[in-house]
Structure formats: structure tokens, C-alpha cells
């Protein structure tokens, strides 16, 4: 494993539902990421933490609401989302931010459908 | 507008051979780039990085080269295997005039090492 879990590994939900996704990481990293992959598309960034404090919010629509209570958790509370919102959510950590030669460590992704 | 290409076909070549993967960008002029590996039903994996003054990194059967000029990266695998079988991403982080680096992906080239 890499040292970054997420849960659930799989995700269905309607357009009304409310639910969340969690991302822990056991690297002692400071900074933490959600990315959503699609199909044919390159990983797109969607929110960044530095020591608990969000430091980007990548233009990602309100129906996605980040928290991040302490450096090793990190979770996306997702609300009234869109089928075209149905992707591979990865969430990823690093020792720190503002360095060139940051390595992302990743966890396994959550795939979430949306009907 | 920024842009990295990666060829999006698959690459098919026989066990043993050497597989070189390509990294075109536009627009761009970055100071880091990585190269990271992504299995089905997994998030990517960091495999190698080399910095803008670097021409070439190796690691193990692994080759990176960076040319500036081009604006291309070569990702070569030597001797490869059926295991060296997945999807492979380039990222691209360029030096920020505030704020910090930010790495943009690849839409990643698929790799299949016939036996």
C-alpha cells in the first residue's frame, strides 16, 4: 500500500443524496490534494491543503465541499451532484507545499457513479 | 493556452524491447517534470523526476530525458516485461512568480508489454 487510504473504493449515489469521501495518509506528509479523473482526460486538481488550511480551490463548483480537520485526513462531502460528476476521485499528499520537487504519494481512488 | 500531449493510443510492444513513451507541451516552460505510473483501479505512482538543467535521469531500466528545445520528454523502459504493462503520465510544474508550484498531467499513454 501506499500509505495513503481511501474509502469507500466505490461510490453510487443519486442526485439527492448526501455523502462523503475520506482519505487518510500515514507518511507524516503536511499537504494534501483531491483530484477527479475522467475518462480521456488528464487529472485535474481540484482542492489543496497546507497544514490543514486550504490553500487552492481550483474553480471546483459548490456541490463539492472539502474538509480537512488535521494534516492525515482529508475528505470530500459531495451534495446534489451531476451525473457528469461520475469519475475516479483521487486524493494524494506530499511532505510539503511551495517545493518544485514535490512527489505526490496517492491512495487507490474512490469511484463514484452518480445515476 | 497550456498543453501537454501524450499519445493517447496505446503502445504495444514485445517483451524484451525497449518502450519510449513521448511528453510534448506547448505554452509552457517548466522548471520540473515527472513521470508516474497508474495500474487499473489504482491511483498513479511516482516513478522519476528531472529538473530543467537535467538532460537525463535513470533509474534501474528506467531513462527520462528533458529537452528544453523540443519541449519533450522521453520516457524509456529498457528490457521491458509484461509487468511494466500500465498506463504511464507525465506532469509538468513550472517555477511560480507567487504562490506555489503546481503540477499539470498528461492525459497518460497505455502500455502493453506482449510476451
Known amino acids: 500500500e501506499t500509505g495513503v487510504t481511501q474509502t469507500p473504493r466505490h461510490l453510487v449515489m443519486g442526485m439527492t443524496n448526501k455523502k462523503s469521501l475520506k482519505c487518510e495518509q500515514h507518511?507524516?506528509?503536511?499537504?494534501m490534494y483531491w483530484y477527479k479523473q475522467s475518462a480521456k482526460k488528464p487529472l485535474e486538481l481540484m482542492f489543496v491543503?497546507?497544514?490543514?488550511?486550504?490553500?487552492e480551490n481550483n474553480s471546483v463548483p459548490s456541490r463539492f465541499s472539502p474538509e480537512c480537520p488535521n494534516s492525515s485526513h482529508l475528505f470530500l462531502h459531495l451534495h446534489t451532484l451531476q451525473p457528469e460528476d461520475s469519475a475516479l476521485y483521487l486524493c494524494a499528499s506530499s511532505q510539503e507545499l511551495g517545493v518544485g520537487a514535490n512527489v505526490l504519494t496517492f491512495g487507490a481512488g474512490s469511484r463514484l457513479t452518480v445515476l | 493556452s497550456q498543453k501537454i500531449e501524450q499519445n493517447s493510443e496505446a503502445l504495444n510492444i514485445q517483451e524484451g524491447k525497449t518502450a519510449t513513451l513521448t511528453c510534448n507541451y506547448t505554452n509552457y516552460s517548466p522548471a520540473y517534470l515527472q513521470w508516474y505510473r497508474q495500474d487499473p483501479g489504482r491511483g498513479p505512482v511516482f516513478l522519476l523526476l528531472i529538473r530543467e538543467n537535467e538532460k537525463e535521469k535513470r533509474k534501474e531500466r528506467l531513462k527520462v530525458t528533458f529537452d528544453t528545445t523540443l519541449k519533450q520528454s522521453l520516457f524509456h523502459i529498457t528490457a521491458s516485461q509484461p509487468a511494466d504493462s500500465a498506463t504511464y503520465l507525465c506532469a509538468l510544474a513550472r517555477t511560480p512568480v507567487t504562490g506555489t508550484y503546481k503540477y499539470i498531467f498528461g492525459t497518460g499513454t497505455r502500455l502493453k508489454v506482449l510476451a
Open positions: 491543503y497546507n497544514f490543514k488550511e486550504q490553500t
Open positions: 507518511l507524516g506528509h503536511n499537504a
